[in-house]
């Protein structure tokens, strides 16, 4: 990376600067790159380490965003999950839903007032207002349909099918949308599609954004000593929650972001897993706030909150947030018991929404918009705000954007993303007799066990034979104490390939270790030791990085190692 950063600062002008490599800078980039468009992505902390590293883990069509009359987005949101399932099947999964019932006609009115902009939202939505969202919500997922329509049950029927769901429902729907089980990596793979798109693209993690004469932009490398001055024609600040603090480096303060937080658990809780089935539970809270819950990777992961906030550096899920999803999931299951002692993990991140002074952070919007501060003297380009948006809709939103800025260049779009597969989604298998005789294969290529392929399969899709073959040429692949299912070989393939900067950057995003509750001071050492020998770190530097894991782990996500 180095090499192509030097021969970007040589050549001084660059088509688009993007700042922020969350889920929204980095789809621009791909999209960008794609058309051949020269683009430096810059990002302060890690790829993925912000906002687009603390959402509920789904890919989907936002039903209760029919409430808000927001059509349009539900519109976008169920094609762009659908393409999703067909681009990046590796990660994006279907996901049954119920939804519990438990009247049959409440609702309809404050439905009907909130549609038509009342400030307050609909509680104890009924069956008949829950079947028409359904049906319409099927009517919205008819394009690229990949999943069943909705179906509904009886009172008797549900109770037998979930026992432990409280007796207090009417009768239960049931619809699709889909969960992405590893976003952080979805998000380097865009990233890493982006750079072999585009030779003379370049994409920096842990880099300070400045300012110099003319007009000109300075990146620093926070982790060496690497500094480089470019000319761009055109910034995107994708910066999400901290937008307005990167329009104030480039001189423009602004008042965009007005976030909410969402804040989520992660319970080890086999009884409840054997309860929900591989469904999630899509559920109404006694405030009218919908919840979740969901096996994620052997975990309940269960949410989420919606309280505004403003500084994503210190935002954190708090104890009265645990308090609130915890007792309804009582409320919601009375038969399990639901106690602090089953969680494993807990995280909050900060909706990068529009500033509102809605009353309720659940009727802010969660479309997106592109304001644009138009060149003036002393700074020569635009700069495009990627304000709001979700998860599932960083394709078209991209797509939107990338279309603005190749106009703006007088430049014509080359490649359409909307079926350019993500990643290890490559070639992916279409089904089970496929997977395995994909991972039968790349066994006897590697002469790893079949068992492991599989794993690898999960880890990285396709992109597992690239890691395959890299363990395979390792010389001491041995299972990662406390989680055998990642090896030295495989960590040593993501510390030389992956733009590694600290050890939060492999235990947080480059694998699931943090995310499932499995960190063990015995594990953090021994990837530490790992990281160490292969980056040259003294002892100092690896006792600082173990640290500031065991730190972030007591702070923001309720896990004290000992």
């Not at 600067?17 to 683009?39: H, K, M, P, S």
């Not at 990777?297 to 104890?319: F, M, Q, Y």
């Not at 919601?332 to 002692?341: C, E, H, Q, S």
């Not at 999960?458 to 090896?487: Q, R």
């Amino acid at each position: 990376m180095g090499e192509r950063m030097a021969a970007m600062a040589a050549r001084g002008e660059i088509d688009v600067l993007i700042v922020g490599a969350g889920v929204n800078g980095a789809g621009l980039f791909r999209d960008l790159t794609a058309q051949g468009l020269d683009c430096l992505l810059v990002e302060k902390n890690d790829y993925a380490a912000g906002t687009s590293a603390a959402p509920s883990r789904l890919i989907h069509g936002g039903l209760k965003y029919l409430e808000t009359g927001e059509f349009r987005l539900v519109a976008q949101s169920t094609l762009e999950r659908n393409l999703l399932l067909a681009n990046a099947p590796h990660y994006v999964k279907p996901l049954p839903t119920l939804i519990p019932i438990f009247s049959w006609t409440k609702g309809i009115g404050a439905a009907l007032r909130t549609l038509f902009g009342s400030k307050s939202a609909p509680r104890s939505r009924g069956a008949l207002l829950i079947k028409i969202g359904l049906m319409l919500y099927d009517f919205y997922g008819a394009r690229h349909r990949v999943m069943p329509k909705h179906s509904t049950a009886g009172r008797a029927a549900s109770l037998r099918d979930l026992p432990a769901l409280t007796p207090d429902i009417v009768a239960t729907g049931t619809y699709y949308d889909a969960t992405v089980t590893h976003p952080e990596r979805l998000i380097l793979e865009l990233v890493r599609d982006g750079l072999a798109d585009s030779p003379r693209s370049v994409a920096l993690n842990h880099v300070r954004l400045g300012r110099a004469a003319d007009g000109a932009l300075t990146v620093h490398s926070l982790t060496g000593e690497v500094a480089a001055t470019v000319r761009p024609k055109i910034v995107v600040n994708a910066a999400g929650p901290w937008i307005d603090e990167v329009n104030a480096i480039l001189g423009e303060p602004s008042r965009m972001i007005g976030g909410t937080k969402g804040s989520h658990i992660l319970l080890d809780h086999p009884d409840l897993l054997k309860e929900l089935k591989g469904r999630m539970i899509y559920f109404e809270a006694d405030d009218g706030r919908i919840c979740l819950v969901f096996e994620y990777l052997g975990r309940a992961l269960a949410g989420s909150t919606d309280i505004k906030a403003a500084n994503p550096d210190t935002v954190r899920c708090e104890a009265d947030e645990v308090d609130y999803l915890l007792e309804s999931l009582r409320k919601l299951l009375p038969k399990l018991r639901f106690t602090r002692d089953q969680i494993v993990y807990v995280y909050s991140g900060i909706r990068p929404l529009p500033a509102s002074d809605a009353k309720d952070p659940g009727l802010i919007t969660r479309d997106h918009a592109t304001p644009i501060l138009q060149p003036v003297e002393g700074r020569p380009y635009p700069v495009y705000s990627l304000v709001g948006g979700k998860w599932t809709t960083f394709r078209g939103y991209a797509e939107e954007v990338a279309d603005m800025l190749l106009t703006r260049l007088s430049k014509t779009r080359k490649v359409s993303t909307r079926d350019l597969a993500i990643g290890g989604g490559r070639a992916y298998p279409k089904n089970d007799a496929d997977r395995r005789a994909w991972i039968a294969k790349l066994a006897r290529e590697s002469s790893l066990p079949e068992a492991r392929v599989e794993e690898l399969l999960a880890h990285y899709g396709t992109g597992a034979s690239a890691v395959a073959a890299h363990i395979s040429g390792f010389p001491s692949d041995a299972p990662l104490p406390d989680a055998a299912d990642y090896s030295t070989g495989e960590v040593d393939y993501v510390l030389r390939n992956e733009q590694v900067g600290s050890l939060s950057d492999v235990v947080f995003r480059r694998t699931t270790l943090a995310v499932t509750g499995r960190l063990t001071i015995r594990l953090v050492e021994a990837v530490a030791q790992q990281t160490a020998e292969t980056f040259g770190w003294e002892a100092a530097r690896q006792n600082e990085e173990i640290a500031a894991v065991r730190e972030r782990l007591k702070t923001f996500h309720g896990v004290d190692l000992k």
